[in-house]
């Protein structure tokens, strides 16, 4: 009965002795090293290093898991008897799924004794964040953006039709937009005229999204094409912003400001807010990217012209349009009735210099102005 008592102690010291080792935690401290931001779709390499400091035999589980719509090839976790300073490093890359910007989270740690009895887990904090642009595309848009340089001279090619301020007027020719027929002079010829305007140079690019009519998936396709428009833009040197939700970026043709307008694209969401056109810089070249073109937008695009060299239009009613690479759908719904409206106001409004284009059908935004 004397020794059962005494081992029965024993095993009682030693459990006490072990959940006492397993009270405290390890020291435990955790560094990412990751590109900042990255493109939709892209990869970015990653490097996590892991290093546990511990003065008592401890057995160790850690996991470092990513946001959900970033995706690690390789799991980053491990489990072993830890005694003294030990370091796990793991490289790997991370895989983009989705545009947004996300906050790390910390690392899930978990400890016990030496043999495993008594865990206990914590979630240390992480300050790692990850900023996912919009993934972007070529663009066929010579109409948008290729003539718009501000440099070099002017010329029948090159720079931005200005309806407000008429050149000459010549005979009709084939291909020539119906915008451009000039009425009243045809009616007193007896043929079709159209007008030759002035040519202007755009000093800037700002593309503003409408986020206050459209779902997730218009949001998620408009920013992809303002994306697109803007690496565009600066490929051709002009300075770029982007606008939505209240906000405006500073425009300019250095890296930090396209930085700075894909950041804005990556945060936006769906805005229930009335849409605000920002003030467009002097001759510069306005492009407005909504679902449902409501009456008061169409206004402030009005106002707009009353600085920018040329403001467009670009409608993309849900369901209307395709993505690139996407296969053409069939249409069951018609379109709504502020885009009908819209298209019956174009001629109009292109007389004012406001160009409207309406993606529909099978039309993709690939080919916008091609």
Do not use: K
């Amino acid at each position: 009965m004397t020794a059962a008592l005494l081992w029965l102690a024993l095993i009682l010291a030693v459990t006490g002795g072990l959940w006492v080792l397993s009270r405290r935690p390890p020291h435990v401290t955790v560094t990412r090293d990751v590109p900042p931001s990255g493109f939709e779709g892209g990869q970015l390499p990653l490097t996590v290093t892991v290093t546990v400091r511990s003065r008592r035999p401890l057995r160790v589980q850690f996991s470092d898991p990513a946001p959900r719509s970033v995706v690690v090839r390789q799991e980053l976790s491990a489990a072993a008897l830890h005694l003294g300073e030990t370091t796990h490093t793991f490289t790997t890359t991370l895989r983009l799924n989705r545009r947004g910007q996300f906050e790390w989270p910390g690392l899930d740690l978990a400890w016990a004794d030496p043999l495993g009895l008594f865990w206990q887990q914590t979630t240390l904090p992480a300050s790692t964040a990850v900023t996912v642009y919009p993934g972007t595309h070529g663009l066929l848009l010579p109409d948008l953006l290729r003539p718009l340089l501000s440099e070099g001279s002017l010329s029948r090619q090159l720079g931005l039709d200005d309806p407000l301020s008429l050149r000459s007027a010549r005979e009709y020719v084939t291909g020539d937009a119906p915008g451009r027929i000039h009425w009243r002079l045809s009616a007193r010829r007896g043929e079709l005229v159209v007008r030759e305007p002035e040519r202007t140079a755009a000093s800037s690019l700002t593309v503003f999204v409408d986020a206050s009519a459209g779902g997730p998936t218009f949001v998620d396709s408009a920013v992809r094409l303002a994306a697109s428009l803007l690496r565009e833009g600066q490929t051709l040197g002009l300075p770029v912003a982007a606008a939505a939700g209240g906000q405006v970026t500073p425009a300019g043709r250095g890296t930090d400001a396209l930085h700075a307008a894909l950041h804005l694209l990556a945060r936006l969401d769906p805005d229930p807010a009335p849409p605000a056109l920002p003030v467009t810089r002097a001759g510069g070249n306005l492009v407005i990217l909504t679902a449902r073109p409501s009456a008061d937008l169409t206004t402030q695009a009005l106002r707009a012209r009353a600085t920018a060299s040329r403001v467009s239009i670009v409608a993309l009613p849900e369901g209307f349009y395709l993505e690139p690479g996407e296969q053409p759908r069939r249409q069951w719904a018609g379109l709504p009735d502020a885009v009908r409206d819209l298209e019956r106001r174009a001629a109009v409004l292109a007389e004012s210099g406001i160009l409207v284009y309406v993606l529909r059908g099978n039309q993709s935004v690939l080919t916008l102005a091609g």
